[in-house]
């Protein structure tokens, strides 16, 4: 019961404190206000990012050539030693006959169709292939050697070389997204840190009266961590406000793509909800840290 009231009673004070020392708080807030909106912008740019190379790895197609003088039995036994590779899953192995190649061909140009229109099936030079998508794209080169093994298989295309550097690149993006956003995380801790020990030690007075009266340090601390608390939820307000009606006036600007088509953009809802949550998390935790940070290290109490 003791503890409730004490910790009623910090609320309340660090209520007050915020109030009571407007200017200060309010810089404190704008710092938390101005890093969190970068914060915002660098999160939903590197979910994009991932969002986007993810789809694209998934697109990334193993094209096994089949022998011409293989039956259909043989065919199927190929199949069976592609679904046997670890790297492979059932619903991500396709098999494509000639002929629908040939129509899809002579459908896509007039030069073809001249050309290709009177072939019989035997006479097509054009082979069956099996269209073949893997787990992880990293073991791509590994799985397309494996298959290129199999009894049958004349030989494999994926992009080779071209697919391993893209796989690099994108992988380089992803870690430097994830360290921009862990940096500025820290960054904007330290910023209210270094905020919230002036307006501390602005009231050093104060904390000294407290002790005279016979508080405890830890009575003392959890009025300032409250009211970090309290900063960090004021301060990622407008920065959840920035993100919620700026992203979803981007998505309908652009029409849910980024500049070309396949660029495609994460629908606003929940995607903005979550990052509004994570903002006020960051928030929170920042302005508690911060506040914890500069009373134990800078007035040692």
């Given amino acids: 019961m003791k503890a409730l009231r004490i910790f009623s009673r910090s609320i309340r004070d660090s209520f007050k404190s915020v109030f009571r020392n407007f200017s200060l708080s309010l810089a404190s807030i704008s710092c938390i206000t101005i890093t969190l909106i970068v914060v915002a912008v660098s999160i939903v740019l590197s979910y994009s990012v991932n969002t986007f190379t993810e789809s694209i790895e998934k697109d990334v197609t193993i094209v096994a050539f089949i022998s011409n003088d293989?039956?259909?039995?043989d065919i199927k036994d190929i199949e069976k030693h592609i679904l046997a590779l670890d790297n492979v899953h059932k619903k991500n192995v396709k098999y494509r006959d000639k002929m629908d190649i040939s129509d899809?061909?002579?459908?896509?140009?007039?030069?073809?169709?001249?050309?290709?229109?009177d072939w019989t099936k035997e006479e097509s030079p054009i082979q069956n292939t099996y269209q073949v998508k893997v787990d992880d794209?990293?073991?791509?080169?590994?799985?397309?050697?494996?298959?290129?093994?199999?009894?049958?298989?004349?030989?494999?295309?994926?992009?080779a070389g071209m697919v391993e550097q893209m796989v690099q690149v994108f992988d380089t993006v992803r870690k430097f997204c994830i360290i921009l956003v862990v940096a500025?995380?820290?960054?904007?801790?330290?910023?209210?840190?270094?905020?919230?020990?002036?307006?501390?030690?602005?009231r050093k007075r104060e904390i000294e009266i407290m002790r005279l009266v016979g508080?405890?340090?830890?009575?003392?601390?959890?009025?300032?961590?409250?009211e970090g608390l309290l900063l960090g939820i004021l301060g990622s307000i407008i920065p959840i406000i920035v993100t919620i009606l700026g992203y979803a006036k981007i998505y309908e600007h652009f029409n849910g793509h980024l500049f070309v088509s396949f660029i495609t953009?994460?629908?606003?809802?929940?995607?903005?909800?979550?990052?509004?949550?994570?903002?006020?998390?960051?928030g929170m935790v920042v302005g508690m840290f911060g506040s914890w940070r500069a009373v134990r290290k800078y007035l040692k109490i």
């Fill in 137 to 159: 794209i990293e073991k791509i080169g590994d799985t397309a050697k494996e298959i290129e093994k199999i009894d049958g298989i004349t030989s494999v295309k994926y992009g």
């Fill in 104 to 117: 899809e061909m002579m459908q896509s140009s007039e030069v073809f169709k001249g050309i290709m229109q």
């Fill in 265 to 282: 953009l994460i629908k606003p809802y929940p995607f903005v909800i979550y990052i509004s949550l994570i903002l006020v998390a960051i």
């Fill in 184 to 202: 500025l995380v820290i960054v904007t801790a330290f910023l209210i840190a270094n905020t919230i020990k002036i307006t501390i030690f602005s």
């Fill in 70 to 73: 293989k039956s259909e039995e």
């Fill in 215 to 226: 508080a405890s340090n830890t009575n003392i601390k959890i009025p300032f961590i409250l």
